[in-house]
């Protein structure tokens, strides 16, 4: 079982920057990859970020890729994404996950995932 709590999410100005974090408990963190979503008012959620186990691999949607980043502390079970030059549209509810396997062909696919933390919200004003 692996219980997942986000935090820092928060109201930041276009072009600024926020740091998320993940923290997780239980022994069996670093055994799973992790991944960040998204989900805004009236839309599904969609992915982000995913990283493996011991965050050799990274894999990043096209709408964030140079932008966010994503990393992992697993002596500290905490997974980070660092969010750079924000827009009004990365206005949304983030969530982290335990990704089974780390695929860049299924990451993006919640059914990949098997547990949910409760969500962060950010909130970009223009």
């Known amino acids: 079982q692996v219980q997942l709590v986000e935090s820092g999410g928060g109201l930041v100005q276009a072009g600024g920057s926020l740091r998320l974090s993940c923290a997780a408990s239980?022994?069996?963190?670093?055994?799973?990859?992790m991944g960040w979503f998204r989900q805004a008012p009236g839309k599904e959620r969609e992915f982000i970020a995913a990283?493996?186990?011991?965050?050799?691999?990274?894999h990043y949607a096209d709408s964030v890729k140079d932008r966010f980043t994503v990393s992992r502390d697993n002596a500290k079970n905490t997974v980070y994404l660092q969010m750079n030059s924000l827009k009004s549209e990365d206005t949304a509810v983030y969530y982290c996950?335990?990704?089974?396997?780390?695929?860049?062909?299924?990451?993006?696919?919640?059914?990949?995932?098997?547990?949910w933390g409760q969500g962060t919200q950010v909130t970009v004003s223009s």
């Open positions: 990283i493996n186990w011991n965050g050799g691999r990274r």
């Open positions: 239980g022994r069996t963190f670093s055994t799973y990859a």
């Open positions: 996950g335990a990704l089974r396997t780390y695929d860049i062909r299924r990451n993006h696919l919640m059914s990949e995932y098997d547990y």
